[in-house]
């Protein structure tokens, strides 16, 4: 288990990259127990100003949702990791990324990925960002881009994990289960979708 210290210096250091900022994601709210990298929120203030500027993907780009807190379910954000190193560490080069294919049914809880290094043509920003892909027979395609100028090293065990949330749409009412990954609004990308 990280320490705040160690967690504040590693994320200085870009060994563990995350969105929204570091500032507002604390020991408090990461669980690195064991390598896991995991999205632990407190209160609905925390999830709220994690999830605030998300947008929702394709055609349904325009509709505003509201994150709500299922409060008959006792962990009501569940986090799966999306992305393990193993035991070597792997640099993702300057505006490159790395796409990756689960080995498990959408819904449960992902156990490895194989990577692969490709090109990244879209550079928006700053940043690590994780994103889900299409569902195609239960297959999840993940990909990690790195859209900085300069290398980015991911060390031994570390793990990166997407959220997911319970929404209300604001027109319909309708609740809906979203699946969402730490990135900011500054990226202007949508990498959201229903299940």
């Known amino acids: 288990m990280l320490g705040q210290a160690q967690l504040a210096a590693s994320l200085a250091a870009g060994l563990l990259v995350c969105d929204p900022a570091p500032s507002a994601i604390t020991a408090a709210h990461l669980d690195l127990h064991l390598g896991r990298y995991y ?3 407190r209160s609905i203030t925390s999830i709220a100003r994690a999830l605030n500027g998300f947008h929702v993907a394709g055609e349904a780009s325009t509709k505003k949702v509201t994150p709500v807190v ?3 379910t006792a962990d009501p954000i569940k986090c799966y990791t999306l992305y393990d190193s193993r035991d070597t560490p792997i640099t993702i080069g300057p505006r490159a990324m790395i796409l990756g294919h689960t080995l498990e ?3 449960s809880t992902v156990r490895s990925l194989h990577p692969q290094l490709r090109p990244n043509p879209m550079i928006i920003a700053w940043g690590l ?3 889900s892909g299409v569902q195609q027979h ?3 395609t993940l990909a ?3 859209r900085n100028d300069w290398a980015l090293t991911i060390p031994p065990h570390a793990r990166i994990a997407m959220m997911e949330f319970l929404a209300v749409d604001d027109e319909s009412q309708e609740r ?3 699946d969402a990954t730490l990135w900011s ?3 202007m990308l949508d990498h959201m979708h229903t299940w």
């Open 39 to 41: 999205w632990k929120p």
């Open 70 to 72: 299922d409060v008959a």
């Open 105 to 107: 049914a959408v819904g």
């Open 129 to 131: 960002v994780l994103h």
């Open 138 to 140: 239960g297959i999840w």
């Open 144 to 146: 990690l881009y790195n």
């Open 176 to 178: 809906t289960v979203w």
């Open 185 to 187: 609004p500054e990226t």
